[in-house]
């Protein structure tokens, strides 16, 4: 036990001189940084079936998901509006965004309100280096309700059956 004692001692007693001095730089971490959102939940089609003249609507409602990057400041959110039969009201950060669209003469309506952000998590730095988290997206979910009211007679030689329409967000 003595002998193990004494080279104990010896060791951190040369441990102590092994250096003869430090030296450092300082370097620049830095991030070019762009700003995005991603459609993480798809919205299904819609679909309609219709006989001409009927006495109530037919209805259909999908949802759609966007994941982006946190603390936007009032995105706004607007449907395509691509031409005489697909119209669609201004991009609204507040409220309710709708269109409407003809297909076979019939008249249908979109409809979605704009949502309240869910927030996500910040990232942080761990302690002693390690053990930090990435921080998760702001998601913004949108239920889109479609509507083709009762009533309408329709046409059998006019326009589209199929429609393929835009929800946009820009931030």
């Known amino acids: ?32 940084f762009t700003s995005a959102c991603t459609v993480s939940t798809t919205a299904n089609d819609l679909s309609f079936t219709y006989v001409g003249m009927q006495v109530g609507a037919a209805t259909d409602s999908t949802g759609i998901t966007f994941s982006c ?14 031409d005489a039969v697909r ?27 704009v949502p309240t ?5 910040d990232a942080s730095a761990g302690a002693l280096g390690t053990g930090g988290s990435n921080g998760t997206a702001d998601a913004y979910t949108l239920t889109i309700n479609a509507n083709m009211p009762g009533g309408q007679a329709g046409d059998n030689t006019a326009g589209a059956t199929t429609h393929n329409r835009t929800l946009t967000i820009s931030f």
Request: proline residues 1%.
């Open 1 to 32: 036990m003595k002998k193990l004692s004494l080279i104990a001692a010896a060791l951190l007693a040369l441990s102590g001189t092994t250096f003869a001095g430090t030296t450092s730089d300082t370097f620049a971490v830095s991030v070019s």
């Open 117 to 121: 952000v869910v927030d996500g998590t």
């Open 69 to 82: 990057t946190r603390n936007f400041v009032n995105p706004t959110f607007t449907f395509d509006d691509t």
């Open 87 to 113: 119209t669609a009201s201004a991009a609204a950060s507040s409220g309710t965004i709708t269109a409407e669209g003809l297909l076979k003469g019939l008249r249908y309506t979109l409809s979605a309100a």
